[in-house]
């Protein structure tokens, strides 16, 4: 086989392969569409799911005798006008920092202080508890981050 035969197959292969690409490429573009689609109608339900539901406010609830403010799963609602005002807060300056947040800085900028020992427990609870109900991300080294 001479060198122009072997690059004569090589194109032909090559044409066979470009072919096959872009059938494949259209396939692709078109399920595409068709997710943009099923996205646009989805958040269109969900916008009016959540006017026909009204603005949701802070529930309080009975725990252990007293009256406490729920604290939805972000799955839940759908914005964080559900949370009690400290909790939304507290949501507002992890979302502002640049990176991962630590509990004294939250409660820094909470004006709380945290030279006093056991003073940041409470807010650290509260921090687990907005990760633990999906509004924020708890790092491994105790960090803070919103979610996006």
């Known amino acids: 086989m001479s060198s122009l035969e072997k690059i004569a197959a090589r ?3 090559l044409d066979e392969l470009s072919e096959a690409l872009a059938k ?3 396939e692709v573009d078109a399920e595409r569409e068709e997710l943009a689609v099923a996205e646009r109608v989805l958040r269109r339900l969900y916008e009016q799911e959540a006017e026909a539901a009204g603005p ?3 529930q309080p609830v009975q ?6 403010l729920k604290v939805p799963h972000r799955s839940e609602v759908a914005d964080a006008s559900a949370l009690p005002v400290d909790y939304q807060r507290m949501l507002q300056i992890v979302k ?3 990176g991962p947040v630590m509990v004294k800085d939250v409660g820094a900028e909470l004006g709380i202080d945290a ?3 056991g003073r940041l427990e409470p807010l ?3 921090l687990s508890k907005l990760a633990r109900r999906g509004w924020l991300h708890k790092l491994p080294n105790g960090t803070f981050t919103a979610r996006a």
């Open 11 to 13: 194109r032909a292969e």
């Open 24 to 26: 494949q490429l259209t």
């Open 56 to 58: 949701v406010s802070p």
């Open 63 to 68: 725990v252990a005798g007293r009256s406490v």
């Open 96 to 98: 502002a920092a640049a």
């Open 115 to 117: 030279s006093v020992p």
């Open 124 to 126: 650290r609870g509260k």
